[in-house]
């Protein structure tokens, strides 16, 4: 038996035969650090702080993807995006739509913030993304790994759960997976986005092959066999629907980074859907079938009254662009 079928075995044990999509929802594109060598931000003239995101508009992505069946993988912005009492209503409101509490990767957070937090939050989401140290040092120049596992520790007192973020093809190599591993074990991380990277213009790695397939499956069947149990989600940018079945049979429980609103109903999302049935596994939600517009808009009743009238706009707004898909396919 090969690993991936070993992995495979292993997650068939664990989990039923379903996958799913799960979207990052992000309420600023600012990063006050901007030096991470493979990252778009590095290319880019520091945005201004206040370019973030209204709650409204991310109330109302929320609700579609409820809707759609997509899970919210975490809610993600520059530390500090969001005043304390902004992000509270915020993740509230989300926990109202969802019934569920969300993941949260906003940096480092002290034990003053986690305790705040903690009734809303599933757990913390450390952006790791290299495990080999030395590597580390020179990719995130002033995001070190050390103040992430203090955080970690602070968070299992607490009984917040750890999550953490790797991106593959960065110059690692698959013996670096026993670094991981102690990792996983040291912090006891429950969740892990495994993503490949995608090389952007103007950075080092512009010219620099994308992992292949195998590459990014060997990392999640590694994960799974060492950790039956762990939730493995697999980043793959449009450009890479042809790999999801590839990275499910490695064990991965879901799909991520996929464009879904924008790119609704395309064919790399039915490609999505068709792969996961490839590698055997019920896709649960869609990623080409819209619901009727009534059906979201009873989702609203769970919207503050003061709030009501801009989410529904807000909703309005992104239906039209995922039925302009629609059409647009036809
Ligand atoms: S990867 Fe680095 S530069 Fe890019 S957004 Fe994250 S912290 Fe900022």
Not at 66 to 92: C, D, P, Q, R, V
Not at 267 to 288: M, P, T, W, Y
Request: with cysteine; proline share 4%; hydrophobic share 40%.
């Amino acid at each position: 038996m090969n690993i991936i079928e070993k992995a495979n075995k292993v997650y068939l044990g664990n989990f039923k035969p379903v996958t799913w999509f799960e979207r990052a929802l992000f309420f600023s594109w600012y990063c006050k650090i901007a030096d991470c060598k493979y990252c778009y931000m590095s290319t880019q003239p520091n945005k201004n702080k206040e370019a973030v995101r209204s709650i409204a508009s991310i109330l109302a992505e929320t609700i579609i993807c409820k809707k759609l069946g997509w899970k919210i993988g975490f809610i993600s912005s520059g530390h500090n995006a969001y005043s304390t009492e902004k992000l509270l209503l915020l993740m509230k409101n989300i926990n109202k739509i969802t019934g569920k509490k969300v993941w949260l990767n906003i940096g480092v957070l002290e034990e003053d913030e986690l305790t705040l937090f903690s009734p809303y939050i599933e757990g913390v989401v450390g952006a790791i993304e290299t495990i080999n140290p030395k590597l580390h040092d020179e990719l995130c120049p002033s995001k070190p790994v050390e103040p992430f596992t203090k955080m970690f520790e602070v968070s299992r007192k607490l009984g917040i759960k750890n999550a953490m973020t790797i991106i593959t093809g960065l110059g690692e190599t698959i013996k670096d997976f026993d670094l991981l591993k102690e990792f996983i074990e040291k912090y006891d991380i429950e969740k892990i986005h495994i993503y490949g990277l995608n090389p952007q213009k103007g950075t080092m790695f512009e010219d620099v092959k994308p992992p292949t397939a195998e590459y990014q499956s060997e990392w999640i069947a590694r994960t799974r066999i060492a950790f039956p149990k762990i939730d493995i989600q697999a980043g793959i940018w449009d450009d890479k629907v042809e790999n999801v079945s590839a990275l499910l049979e490695a064990g991965a429980n879901s799909i991520s980074k996929f464009p879904a609103i924008r790119k609704f109903n395309s064919k790399e999302a039915l490609r999505i859907e068709e792969e996961s049935e490839k590698a055997g596994r019920v896709f649960d939600g869609s990623l080409v079938k819209l619901p009727k517009e009534e059906e979201f808009s009873k989702e609203l009743e769970k919207i503050p009254n003061n709030l009501k009238r801009e989410v529904d706009i807000k909703l309005i707004k992104y239906i039209k662009l995922m039925k302009k898909r629609k059409s647009k396919d036809k």
